[in-house]
């Protein structure tokens, strides 16, 4: 709690220092409508700390997360095989629409899938940080509670459409977060487990490249491009020194979260947008809430007697994983899905130290975090 406390602050101190200084009123609306969007990522991440009342509706919630992932995934690869995003062509009576905000997007030849997000690159984030849970369900970590989950397809079936939706986003932030995601649950895993992980990602892959002729080029293009003149590994180079000139003009608390417009520049590093706008205090603020999200997790892992809060963690902690470091390869915070679903996972991290708690009233060497 006291970590989410010094992060809200953190914002609050930026807001003020935004609207303490001559402001534009474009900026102004928009810093005003971020520390809105962050008090809700906020709620979120207390609701999921606070409101679960026990481990086995902490379960529910994870299979019913995996569940959802694995429709999302779905839904993606109906795009990637029509071309068409679908979503684009639904109309709500009384609303107008004044932008696009669907529309298809193109590499190799390929439609990369968004599903019902606004972007492939936030589509897969948001894939990878659900695809640990369905892993740990599938391995037969989350145990069941109030459904039955009874042959192997039923366990599997949204890691593997998950991670086929990945593949085929052909975004390299969302490979290196089910990579990270994937490594970090390996780690619990009995040996056993992950040979069984192996054959299965290797099954994966080779009906991937099978049925999609030419994306296993695409795939390992992403990767043996950088630093051979692609746009945008430039873009994201010669954002460092246009940032470090307006981090050294207000290091401490930043020029003011969510006034730094898009249109100024786009960093795709969310670590360096936030530098600019809410300083060194506020970026260590979030880092530190990230790191005790991390170690409760980690400390229900190690020390819970209960398997499946054990497993519940674990597949938390990789999700949270797999968020922050995607945040790093681009402006996570800019996207409407990513964010909200990163802030309930660390909520989740929580939620299993606190369950952990009530089950263990007596444990030894807890500290309230």
């Known amino acids: ?81 029509t071309g068409q995003y679908w979503v684009d062509q639904i109309s709500i009576p009384g609303l107008q629409a004044h932008q696009t905000v669907f529309s298809a997007t193109l590499r190799e030849g ?20 659900l695809l640990p849970i369905a892993l740990a369900r599938g391995i037969g970590q989350l145990p069941t ?37 994937a490594i970090i649950l390996a780690l619990t895993w009995t040996p056993r487990q992950r040979i069984a992980a192996i054959g299965g990602i290797v099954g994966l892959l080779t009906v991937v490249f099978l049925a999609v002729p030419g994306i296993a080029g695409s795939i390992f293009g992403l990767f043996t491009v950088i630093g051979k003149g692609d746009p945008s590994v430039i873009s994201r180079v010669e954002s460092y020194a246009i940032a470090d000139a307006y981090i050294s003009q207000l290091p401490l608390f930043g020029r003011g979260i969510g006034t730094f417009l898009p249109r100024y520049r786009i960093f795709d ?24 999200s991390l170690w409760c997790a980690a400390r229900v892992y190690l020390r819970s007697p209960d398997a499946g809060l054990r497993g519940a963690a674990a597949s938390v902690a990789a999700a949270t994983s797999c968020g922050a470091v995607s945040l790093a390869l681009f402006d996570g915070f800019s996207f409407p899905m ?22 263990a009233p007596y444990s030894v060497g807890r500290i309230d975090a």
């Open 110 to 129: 390929f439609t990369r899938p968004a599903g019902t997000a606004v972007h492939p690159i936030e589509f897969g984030a948001v894939l990878t940080m």
């Open 145 to 181: 509670v109030g459904t039955r989950i009874s042959n192997p397809f039923t366990r599997w079936w949204p890691a593997l459409a998950m991670g086929l939706a990945v593949m085929l986003s052909l975004s390299r932030s969302a490979v290196i977060g089910l990579a990270v995601g």
């Open 269 to 292: 590093n969310e670590y360096l947008l936030l530098l600019v706008e809410i300083g060194f205090v506020g970026v260590v603020a979030l880092l530190v809430l990230v790191a005790t």
């Open 1 to 81: 709690m006291g970590a989410l406390i010094l992060f809200a602050m953190a914002v609050l101190a930026s807001f003020y220092v935004a609207m303490a200084r001559p402001i534009n009123a474009e900026e102004a609306s928009v810093s005003t409508l971020t520390l809105i969007s962050v008090a809700g990522w906020l709620g979120a991440m207390l609701l999921a700390h606070d409101g679960i009342p026990s481990i086995d509706r902490l379960l529910d919630l994870l299979h019913y997360l995996a569940t959802i992932g694995g429709l999302l995934a779905l839904f993606g690869l109906l795009q990637f095989v």
């Open 338 to 359: 990513m964010p909200g679903l990163w802030f309930l996972m660390m909520g989740l991290c929580g939620a299993t130290y606190r369950l952990w708690g009530e089950s």
